[in-house]
């Protein structure tokens, strides 16, 4: 085995191969651009090199490896006896045709490091894990597999030290190590279920209720990273597509999956996907209104609003054509239309169809008398009966459509709307598409409209995380956006806090359009500590969720409960506390109370930015705590919290488990009697 030296060389080595893989790339670049052939594969290699020039210089001075595994002599290493490989985040190679210095996480060869142990040690002698200073080499340790590990001795020369089977120093500090910025890859931290579920094939859709601290974001991320390095081929045609809850949770996720070499993903959140260049939000709905629009039954409604301007054909259609008049009797014409109706898979192609239909049974007389029915024929006939289609199956804008039926709901809401839901959802005064005062949940409706007009892009794989806050008309917009590709749910009942918040997995799997895809638990946190995990699993029993309680990974952290008469005051103390110590700090409370605590920090020189900013103290509402993670969390207030929406209690659950070390939690008024 290499000692410490040794190492180290070799990570110098690797490094100087690195950077001439950047030049190397840089280099193509610039031939790339003098390649002839088309313009649309000139393009494309020109994106190409660009891109890897690019992700490869982005790699600075990040450790070029992180583990290694060593094969054991004999069949059960198989055709990698005796071979030892290192693993890093992207392929490293110092010349063509050489063995690669380092393999990429996502090489089949890679599975062993993460799955291999004393029990099943997969043909695997030794694994190393690699302790890094920033960009030096400090140390390692080894865990040997081949043997018992009550055989392996307790400390050996050279090494930083020695794991037993078990999870050892290098391994815990990774997982515990204080975090500032944005999330960061797990690649060196991923354990067997989490690489499981990162390696599902590309076909199998799969739901993660994830407690928090579970990694089940970082499962999702990487899970997006392992796909197109296994099927890049195939998704690069449609497309990845991550959704999250909002823009901050987004720009915490953000450095994630370039640091995996994947820069073509689209990150963006429901609302953004919807918007578009469709219409601009102007107005917000009341509680109740919102409640309607995002229910599933409004799928049927605006159905029956779409296809209630279909009507029965009352005249034949006649078209003159120089000494002739050609005529599709009234009872044929109404038989198209009711043909294409049923057949359609989009009210626009049902109108095709019906114009189409027409113009094939007047060429079918046309021809009966010896025309030469050539393409322009064709076009003339369909621009003359398109006025009697126009009649019995109107053209449509979407935006129009659903502007009629908010002006006046009643006629496709009737039975099943009640009167008062009819009500809440009504414009006060009729409004064209033009005029009206669009709100968030109009996009849903606006996008379900036009999806039944015609069918729009999908992906060949949608990772969607926060999963259980969706209603059902969002989980439908992303459904059709998903209809011909796979999907990753990602979630924690326990954390849904919008009104429609799901109850269980298998009616919002079945809202997603992927009723078979299969729920797989985690329950250990790694993130969260042992102090913070005990108080938030007291509020389980007050949540409307059925989930296992969370199993810390960790001993550690620090929770402290204090009372106090000035909780601008005491948010000032504890914050100038939490700057003594190591890593990123957020204090959360009740959004009303944010503005308040933001002048008292400024008042005293402390440095806030919002959730979205970079910053070691960030102030943070609430509602956009979710999906974020800070290693000193000072939550505000939790009795305000819990009473500030339907979900309180929920999101004070979200709200305790974004501590990843330690945890303050200021109260002036009685605590939730959930937490005792």
Sequence with gaps: ??????????????????????????????????????????????YYLKSLARELADEGDSPPFFGRIEYGVGASAGEHSGQAYYLGRRHISDAI??????????????????????????????????????????GFEDEQLSRQSSDVPAEVPGVAGVGRGAVGGILRAE???????????????????????VRAELEASICVQGAPGTG??????????????????????????????????????????????????????VDDLLIGEKLTVRAADEPAAAL????????????????????????????????????????????????????????????????????????????ARGQNCNGVWLRRMARAVTPAVDEVWPAVKPAEVLAEFLSDPAPAAEGILSQQEQLVIAWKRPRKAGSALWTAADLVLLDEVSALVGRGESYGHVIIDEAQDLSPMQCRAIARRSEHGSITVLGDLAQGTTPWAAGDWAQQLSHLGKPEAEVIALTTGYRVPAAVVAIANRLLAGLQAKVPATRSFRTDGRLA????????????????GALKEEGSIGVIAADEAIAELTAALHADGIETVAPDGDGRVALVPASLAKGLEYDHVIAVEPAAIAEAETRG????????????????????????????
């Excluded at 651009?33 to 000139?42: F, H, I, K, N, V």
């Excluded at 890859?185 to 499981?196: L, N």
């Excluded at 409960?561 to 100038?576: E, I, K, M």
């Design 1 to 46: 085995m290499r000692g410490l030296e040794e190492e180290q060389a070799y990570a110098g080595r690797c490094r100087e191969a690195l950077r001439a893989m950047v030049a190397g790339a840089r280099e193509n670049v610039v031939v790339g651009e003098l390649t002839w052939g088309d313009r649309y594969t000139a393009e494309r290699l020109g």
């Design 97 to 138: 045709g050489r063995p690669p210095l380092v393999i990429d996480w996502r090489a089949p060869v890679s599975t062993a490091f993460y799955r291999a142990g004393v029990r099943d040690p997969q043909g695997v002698a030794v694994r190393r894990r690699y302790g890094w200073s920033n960009a030096t080499l400090t």
């Design 175 to 197: 997982i515990e190590r204080p975090r500032v910025g944005p999330m960061r890859d797990i690649v060196a931290t991923i354990q067997p279920e989490q690489d499981e579920l």
């Design 216 to 269: 089940k974001t970082a499962v999702g991320l990487h899970r997006a990273a392992y796909l197109l390095y296994a099927h890049r081929a195939r998704l690069q045609r449609n497309g990845v597509l991550v959704l999250g809850p909002n823009r901050a949770f987004l720009h915490y996720i953000s450095a994630v999956l370039p640091t995996l070499g994947e820069v073509d993903v689209e990150q963006t959140t």
């Design 292 to 367: 309607v629009k995002h229910d599933g039954r409004m799928a049927e409604i605006l159905q029956r609003a779409l296809y209630g301007r279909v009507r029965v054909p009352r005249e034949a259609v006649v078209v003159p054509d120089s000494s002739y008049r050609w005529r599709v009797n009234q009872y044929e014409f109404a038989q198209m239309v009711e043909d294409a109706r049923e057949e359609a898979t989009a009210y626009g192609i049902g109108r095709e169809r019906v114009i189409s239909r027409l113009v094939a049974a007047l060429q079918r007389q046309a021809e």
């Design 561 to 576: 409960l204090s009372h106090t008469d000035d909780l601008a005051a005491g948010c000032v103390d504890a914050v100038r």
């Design 649 to 676: 209690l929920n999101r004070l659950y979200v709200v305790l488990t974004r501590a990843v070390s330690r945890l303050d939690v200021l109260y002036h008024r009685p605590l939730p009697a959930e937490l005792g």
